[in-house]
Each structure stands twice: as structure tokens, then as C-alpha cells.
Nanobody
Framework: EVQLVESGGGLVQTGGSLRLSCAFS????????IGWFRQAPGKEREGVST????????YYADSVKGRFTISSDIVKKTVYLQMNSLKPEDTAVYYC???????????????????WGKGTLVTVSS
């Protein structure tokens, strides 16, 4: 059974930083992508970033490029999202997701992934 558990959300002021963590289990070794998505109140879900566990390649939405960094620790079975220079518009529930289908980062950010965590709330105050 695939399990994804997010942590690290909280309240931060504009310009501050947070690091989200996604602990995963049940995924076959080496053959999947993991991504971060977010959904703000009253808005549609937005793809934020993906990382391929196969080759380490990463992909970012334009809205976070240069501010957010995705990384992985295979030994700890954890994916991180370092978020810097946070803005009020980054306020959302952030979800970790995983997918074994070898699609591109562009595809995943647009259409989502197969497996989802329950999310962690990030609030950026102005």
C-alpha cells in the first residue's frame, strides 16, 4: 500500500521560509516520480514541483521557480520542498503525490498523480 505523509506546514510571514517533508512508503524501488501540489481556498489545484526518483530530474511551475527547491533522500524515503521568499499567494494546502507512469513534469503538474497524501497547510501572512 502506497502511503504519503506530509509535514512541515505552518504560519510564516511574507519573505520567510518553510521546508515541507513527504515521507513515502510502498513505492517500488526507483520507478516513480514524486510531486508537490497545492490548493488555495476557492481555487483549483496547482502543480508546484516534481522530482524523478529514477534520475533526480526536477520540474517547477513558473510561479515558484527560483524560490522553491525540491529534493529527495532515498535512504530516509523522504522528499522535501524548501520554500523561500514566501508570498501571501503561496498560502494553500500542500499535497505530496507519487506516480509510477514515467510521464513528464509538465504532464504531472497539469494532470496530477496516482497517489496522494492528505496535505499540510501553509499560511503566509502579509
Amino acid at each position: 500500500e502506497v502511503q504519503l505523509v506530509e509535514s512541515g506546514g505552518g504560519l510564516v510571514q511574507t519573505g520567510g521560509s518553510l521546508r515541507l517533508s513527504c515521507a513515502f512508503s510502498g513505492l517500488s524501488f526507483g520507478g516513480y516520480d514524486i510531486g508537490w501540489f497545492r490548493q488555495a481556498p476557492g481555487k483549483e489545484r496547482e502543480g508546484v514541483s516534481t522530482i524523478s526518483i529514477r534520475d533526480g530530474s526536477t520540474y517547477y511551475a513558473d510561479s515558484v521557480k527560483g524560490r522553491f527547491t525540491i529534493s529527495s533522500d532515498i535512504v530516509k524515503k523522504t522528499v522535501y520542498l524548501q520554500m523561500n521568499s514566501l508570498k501571501p499567494e503561496d498560502t494553500a494546502v500542500y499535497y505530496c503525490a507519487a506516480d509510477p507512469n514515467y510521464y513528464t513534469g509538465t504532464y504531472y503538474l497539469a494532470y496530477g498523480m496516482d497517489y496522494w497524501g492528505k496535505g499540510t497547510l501553509v499560511t503566509v501572512s502579509s
